[in-house]
Nanobody, 124 residues
Framework: QVQLVESGGGLVQTGGSLRLSCAASGRTFSTYAMGWFRQAPGKEREFVAGIVRIGSSTLYAESVAGRFTISKDNAKNALYLQMNSLKPEDTAVYYC?????????????????WGKGTQVTVSS
C-alpha cells in the first residue's frame, strides 16, 4: 500500500499559478507511474497529468498541456504539479494517484492508490 497526501491547493485568480505537492509513503518502490486527476462538482474524475517513477516520460490532458507541468523527486517520494495560467474551468478537487501497472495511462482505473485531494478554486 502507498499512502498519499496532497497539499498546495487554494484560491487563485484567473491567470494565476499554484503548485500542488503530493507526499508518498509506504511501498513506493512498487510504483510504476504517478498521476494527477481532478474532479469538479457534478463531473467525473478526469486525468490531468502523469509521469513514470523511473525515467522521464510524461503525459498530459489536452486541456492542460502547455500550462501545467508534472514533476517528481524520487529521493523525497514527492510528486508535484505546477499550474500556470489558471482558468475558472480548472476549479476542482485535485487528487494524486499511483499505479503499479506498466504503461503511462490516463484511465483512473489503472491507479490503485489515491490521496484525499486538495481543493483548487480559480476565480474569474
Amino acid at each position: 500500500q502507498v499512502q498519499l497526501v496532497e497539499s498546495g491547493g487554494g484560491l487563485v485568480q484567473t491567470g494565476g499559478s499554484l503548485r500542488l505537492s503530493c507526499a508518498a509513503s509506504g511501498r513506493t518502490f512498487s510504483t510504476y507511474a504517478m498521476g494527477w486527476f481532478r474532479q469538479a462538482p457534478g463531473k467525473e474524475r478526469e486525468f490531468v497529468a502523469g509521469i513514470v517513477r523511473i525515467g522521464s516520460s510524461t503525459l498530459y490532458a489536452e486541456s492542460v498541456a502547455g500550462r501545467f507541468t508534472i514533476s517528481k523527486d524520487n529521493a523525497k517520494n514527492a510528486l508535484y504539479l505546477q499550474m500556470n495560467s489558471l482558468k475558472p474551468e480548472d476549479t476542482a478537487v485535485y487528487y494524486c494517484a499511483t499505479s503499479t501497472m506498466s504503461g503511462l495511462m490516463s484511465s483512473p482505473y489503472r491507479y490503485e492508490n489515491w490521496g484525499k485531494g486538495t481543493q483548487v478554486t480559480v476565480s474569474s
